[in-house]
């Protein structure tokens, strides 16, 4: 059981990082393929899609909000 | 009237109200659950427009949340009667579109209902704003990380009662919700995970915080008993701010149910009159 809370604990804290990827990445993408976007600055979608998602939930990660304002 | 004639005329007011069966709770709680459910596969069959799915999930969201506060205070049965497994099912099933555990909401909520307004002891206290629009800004700032996401104060809360047990059921409910939403996101659903669990869920929260504890209780300083929340008259109507312009009548008689208050409020008003309550805008 120890492993299983180890293994919990780290997933949710490292929660922001992976939505930003696993979630936005292909949000994003598939956003970018409804309005008909190809290759937006010469990279596919989903390339562009992880890029930006990554980034934003990295930087959520760090500052503890995905909206900028902190409580 | 004397304290202890008031005291007996409102017992046995509020009385009246509490025997009846509220069938309207499991039908509006499973009910709701279904038609969230069923929105999945008539928008990946391309049967409903996802224009059309996404203000409905929105909407079961916001739904989704007094089914299980009713079951909450055993309002369908209470511990030991016959229709306890059902009083439970409603209270699981129907914030499944939440993804809220039924067991945290009852705990903290029991805690909300000691210490209402308590700055340390209430946890639903962090809804405490200056105004209607700061309400709504700060139902997302407060479920930011920095405070511990949406459960914020509710862990704290839950170790001061010693049953941070319970937490479990919020890892388990959120590792479920996000691995739902990356599954649905890697097989080419992202925008129909996000426009019918993700951004509901969120605007559904904020929504629930807006008129369920903030609207009744602001400026939620006052921690009496007849004081502690206010009857108010809602520009949107009753129905539509979740029945909470009566929501002084469910501190004081939990046991009445949401659908009967507005009742219970008209026969108790000489009372509540006399009792000094806070009445905002003509609920005549």
Known sequence: ?71 | MTEAELRKRERMIARKYADRFPWEVPVWGLGNLLIWLSLWPLVFLNILPLWIAFPIACVNVMACFLPAHEAVHGMIARPGQKLRWLNELVGHLSLLPMAMPYRIQKLTHFEHHKHVNHPEHDPDITTQSRGPWHAIWQSFVQRQRGKGGVLRGYGYILEKIGRSDVLVDGALYQLTFFAALFALAWNGYAIEAALLWWAPRHIGIAYIQFFFSWAPHHPAVKRGRYDNAKFFKSRVGNIASMGMQYHLIHHLHPFIPLTDTPKAFRELRPILEARGCRFEGDLS
């Open chain 1, 1 to 71: 059981m120890p492993i299983v809370e180890f293994f919990v604990r780290k997933t949710l804290h490292f929660m922001p990082i992976l939505f930003g990827f696993l979630f936005f990445g292909p949000l994003f993408a598939q956003i970018m393929d409804g309005l008909g976007w190809k290759e937006p600055l010469g990279l596919s979608t989903l390339t562009l899609g992880l890029i930006v998602g990554g980034t934003w939930g990295i930087l959520a990660f760090f500052r503890g909000s995905w909206i900028w304002a902190r409580p």
